[in-house]
């Protein structure tokens, strides 16, 4: 038993030697590589290299900052449906202005409940897009609100 563990372990000893002297070459070739001079990058692929970055720098800020105008739009909405929400339970109407209303609330509310993030916008324009059309769901729930009022002032007097 005791001569097996000791083979076993003289086996694994020089496996890892030979395994271990197998990688120093390898780290030797690629030093070797390394050593070998670079080529000179010209200063106007630098500069042009450059630009490039600022420019998706700029690009990256200026979506950043209408991102926070989109994320502003989507609270405010965010409360004036729930507000709306609640006042429509407490109202009635006719089953077809019902349903088209509960389609549109279904519609923006889905549309808050599942919002894209800052990455899932390739450009400030889709970012535009997208508070663009908070915005017409902000008018649509601004009629809905004065159907509602409609609708209280005609109970109330």
Known sequence: MNKVVIALVLILAIAGMVYFGFMDQEAEEGEAIMEQPQEVVPQ??????TELANEE???LEVMKARFEELK???KKTSLRISRIASRLRRSEFPPDKAREIEKDM???SYMLKTPKLL???SSVEEIEEE???LNSANKKLGEIKTMLDEKRKKNAG
């Open 119 to 121: 990455g899932a916008f």
């Open 57 to 59: 720098q700029n690009k």
């Open 44 to 49: 106007e692929s630098v500069q042009v290299v």
């Open 106 to 108: 279904r519609k923006i």
């Open 72 to 74: 502003e739009l989507r």
């Open 131 to 133: 508070i663009e059309s």
